[in-house]
Nanobody
């Protein structure tokens, strides 16, 4: 069974950047779509970004122009580059590979 390990979260000031990684134990290109989701306290889990084998990607309106999803086939890793972070980006972030979930990682944006 494929395992997913997330990393790269933490505490960052508003306007800062983080890059989340989701390392898979198998070939990441077997999975389609892949994506990142997040869940803030008291809120439902929501889609942040999804990639459909590079054919197209979509982003939540709240992160367009700031976040970028990408894959590295050599490393079997999915990334989420997050720039210009805002306090409202604070949440637990989860990667998802065609229905498989990562363990979740905390991102906190605060001064």
């Amino acid at each position: 069974q494929v395992q997913l390990v997330e990393s790269g979260g933490g505490l960052v000031q508003p306007g800062g950047s983080l890059r989340l990684s989701c390392a898979a134990s198998g070939n990441i290109f077997r999975f389609n779509p892949v994506g990142w989701y997040r869940q803030a306290p008291g809120k439902e889990r929501e889609v942040v970004a999804r990639d459909f084998l590079g054919a197209y990607t979509n982003y939540a309106d709240s992160v367009k122009g700031r976040f970028t999803i990408s894959r590295d086939s050599a490393k079997n890793t999915l990334y989420l580059q997050m720039n210009s972070l805002k306090p409202q980006d604070t949440a637990v972030y989860y990667c998802n590979l065609a229905g498989l979930w990562g363990q979740g990682i905390q991102v906190t944006v605060s001064s």
